[in-house]
Nanobody
Framework: QVQLVESGGGMVQAGGSLRLSCTVS????????VGWFRQAPGKEREFVAA????????YYADSVKDRFTISRDNAENTVYLQMSSLKPEDTAVYYC?????????????????WGQGTQVTVSS
């Protein structure tokens, strides 16, 4: 089992920044990658960014590239999502998730464990 706890969401004005945290516990050695997804009201959950647990590679959706940065604190088993130049369209519930197998990082169905989500609201 793998447990994930997100934190760091909140409300910010357009152009501002937020940092989300995802602390991973349990069988962390089974993890292949940690991803961040988001879901806006009335929309499907979409891929935002991913960090490969062993290879330290990062992947981003085109919509957040050059604005968001995903990173990991090895000692704390925490993955961060630093969000800058936020836009109202970034408003969503943000989820972190763990996948146990290799493959496309943007495929939601391939992630086995999910956190409870944290709300990010960007006002114009």
């Amino acid at each position: 089992q793998v447990q994930l706890v997100e934190s760091g969401g909140g409300m910010v004005q357009a152009g501002g920044s937020l940092r989300l945290s995802c602390t991973v516990s349990g069988r962390t050695f089974d993890a292949y990658a940690v991803g961040w997804f988001r879901q806006a009201p009335g929309k499907e959950r979409e891929f935002v960014a991913a960090y490969s647990w062993t290879g330290q590679n990062t992947y981003y959706a085109d919509s957040v590239k050059d604005r968001f940065t995903i990173s990991r604190d090895n000692a704390e088993n925490t993955v961060y999502l630093q969000m800058s130049s936020l836009k109202p369209e970034d408003t969503a519930v943000y989820y972190c998730a763990v996948r146990l197998t290799p493959g496309r990082f943007d495929r939601r169905a391939t992630y086995a464990y999910w956190g409870q989500g944290t709300q990010v609201t960007v006002s114009s």
